[in-house]
């Protein structure tokens, strides 16, 4: 029987996400900072129904040989941008239902601040609040940008396990759910018995006192993770609620599912306590050639230099600098990130540096689907029963919201006469709207470090 997917949008604080669309007539351009615009594309999502808007972030941007080339602020790639984590509460009022996820990376921030940031939007948002744990792409950049050295690819995600435990220990030991009390007859605002020191020592960290944040309806936000070296995707199975996957094809998304199960029943959870969202790039019009009109003309704006500058952004690898003709296997691996690379290995006709980028051109993020809506709706439900994926997160095409007010008329209905859809609880939380029977966490791992 066919399952009811979850929905969420991908974005990014920035003029365009990526391919350059802010010059588009639907491009979003200037209103990338204007929050009544976000307002706006939440309020359209949560009546639409759609379970999550997710914001992408870095502090970095695509350089090359340490160099900016001038297309990536010419073209707007990556750049411009604002933060996100500040705009979650005004864009959360507009849209009472709605959950939103938000960046944060585990190499840049401290966990005790960034569990007091989440801990208050789980308030603010009423139990909606997501966090996307990542632990940085764009690492060269930010090892200017903060002074710092990095750790190298998998210390850095040991440094993430033990911050994801820390902050796990504030938002759950440190207040019982009844410590605040407000009562006046007693004298008492917070039951001191009910509040607790916590004591937490590990490899990298160390946090003694109290935690000065009650919790929220959710106490830990919802925990996505994005990162799918193998290193990552353990990471991902040992703390994470939801993966942020970019499928590239169905027999790679339904392998990378395997294996994500796989990983999540070795850390003793539930293989299907996560859920695997993949991105997806949807273009639907009335008529499939209408739909194919509107594709081409898409990938018409991303030209090859543009996308070799945004791959090298994400890997640190300029593709223009190799030779065309070099086999896959044999591009150089650096610390920065092995994904985008990685998932290009088993794409079939994907052999050369010449192959990633034409492929990357047209495809850099997760799948792509072009039709008409009820090839669009087939499709997505297709894939998603091969590939074993829960869910979607909607890429927006030209930039403005466009694409998922063409999804909501078109695609939604179509996926809800096929029992892929349904409307959703929106007094529940993010955590519960993603399936999960509670609104806290289900489970816990084990503490490391
Ligand atoms: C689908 C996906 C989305 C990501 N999104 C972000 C992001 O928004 N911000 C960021 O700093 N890093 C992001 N990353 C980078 C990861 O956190 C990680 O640092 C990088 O991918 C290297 O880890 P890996 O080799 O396990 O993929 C993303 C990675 C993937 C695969």
Redesign the pocket.
């Known amino acids: 029987m066919t399952k009811p997917l979850n929905l969420g949008v991908f974005e990014?604080l920035t003029p365009s996400n990526g391919v350059p669309t802010w010059r588009h007539p639907n491009g979003r351009a200037r209103r990338y900072g204007d929050v009544a615009y976000w307002s706006d594309v939440a309020r359209t999502l949560d009546e639409a129904g759609f379970d999550f808007l997710f914001f992408?972030?870095?502090y970095?941007y695509p350089i090359i040989d340490g160099e900016v080339p001038d297309e990536v602020m010419r073209h707007g790639i990556l750049f411009p941008g604002y933060d996100p984590m500040l705009l979650v509460s005004a864009v959360s009022q507009a849209a009472p239902g709605l959950g939103i996820v938000v960046?944060s990376?585990t190499?840049l921030e401290q966990p005790f601040p960034t569990a007091r940031r989440f801990a208050t939007l789980d308030e603010f948002t009423g139990g909606r609040i997501g966090w996307?744990?990542?632990?940085?792409?764009?690492?060269q950049v930010t090892e200017g940008l903060f002074g710092i050295s990095h750790y190298d690819?998998d210390t850095?995600?040991d440094v993430a396990d033990e911050f994801v435990d820390l902050c796990r220990t504030l938002w759950e030991d440190g207040w019982d759910d009844d410590a605040v009390r407000f009562d006046v007859d007693g004298d008492t605002l917070v039951d001191p018995s009910r509040v607790h020191e916590i004591d937490y020592r590990s490899r990298h960290f160390a946090s003694r006192g109290l935690f000065k944040v009650p919790p929220g309806p959710q106490r830990t936000p919802v925990l996505f993770q994005?990162?799918?070296?193998g290193?990552?995707?353990d990471?991902g199975a040992r703390n994470a609620e939801a993966m942020?996957?970019?499928g590239q094809n169905k027999e790679q998304a339904r392998a990378s599912s395997q294996d994500i199960r796989a990983r999540v029943a070795a850390a003793g959870r539930d293989p299907h306590d996560l859920r695997i969202l993949s991105?997806v790039t949807v273009t639907v019009a009335e008529t499939s050639d209408e739909a194919a009109a509107k594709r081409r003309e898409l990938e018409e704006l991303f030209s090859s230099d543009d996308a070799a500058i945004l791959f090298a952004g994400?890997t640190g690898i300029d593709l223009r600098s190799l030779d065309p003709k070099m086999h896959l296997d044999d591009i150089p691996r650096n610390d920065?990130?092995?994904?985008?690379l990685d998932r290009y290995r088993t794409v079939e006709g994907v052999d050369t540096v010449q192959d990633v980028l034409d492929a990357f051109r047209v495809q850099e993020?997760g799948f792509v689907v072009t039709g008409d809506p009820v090839s669009v709706a087939e499709e997505l439900i297709e894939t998603a029963e091969y590939a074993d994926v829960d869910g979607y997160m909607l890429e927006p095409t030209f930039g403005d919201m466009g694409a998922y007010q063409d999804f909501i008329r078109l695609v939604l209905p179509e996926l809800r006469r096929r029992g892929a859809w349904r409307e959703p609880d929106r007094e529940a939380t993010l955590r519960e709207r993603l399936g999960f029977p509670e609104a806290t966490p289900g489970f816990r791992p084990e503490r490391r470090g």
Request: charged residues 15%.
């Open positions: 990014i992408a972030d870095s970095g960046t990376s190499s996307n744990i990542v632990t940085g792409s764009t690492a690819h850095r995600y994005a990162g799918a070296s290193r990552g995707k990471f942020f996957t970019q991105g994400f920065q990130g092995q994904t985008p993020r």
